[in-house]
């Protein structure tokens, strides 16, 4: 997950938690997406969006400012956050 994480947005982070797994099933489009959620802190670098041909933005938001449009496998993990639903790790 660091890896992924310092490849795709150019930071480095510590994880310190787990929160349950998202199911995200489309049935039209017949695919099965299944999220792994980790809660994290940021170590150290700038936020930059290193895979400009996956997404034309990349930023942060306050949880109290979060955009309409979020995906099922976004908007749960942010319930279970807030709702305290995660385990801390060591």
Not at 56 to 77: D, G, Q, V, Y
Request: charged share 35%; with cysteine.
């Amino acid at each position: 997950m660091k890896r992924e994480i310092k490849e795709e947005t150019g930071i480095n982070i510590k994880i310190w938690g787990y929160l349950p797994h998202v199911d995200h099933i489309l049935k039209k489009e017949h695919q099965h997406w299944i999220a792994l959620n980790y809660l994290a802190n940021l170590k150290s670098g700038a936020i930059k969006n290193m895979e400009t041909e996956k997404c034309n933005a990349i930023r942060w938001f306050s949880l109290k400012r979060l955009p309409r449009k979020l995906t099922k496998t976004t908007r749960e993990p942010i319930k279970n956050f807030l709702k305290k639903k995660y385990i801390r790790l060591k």
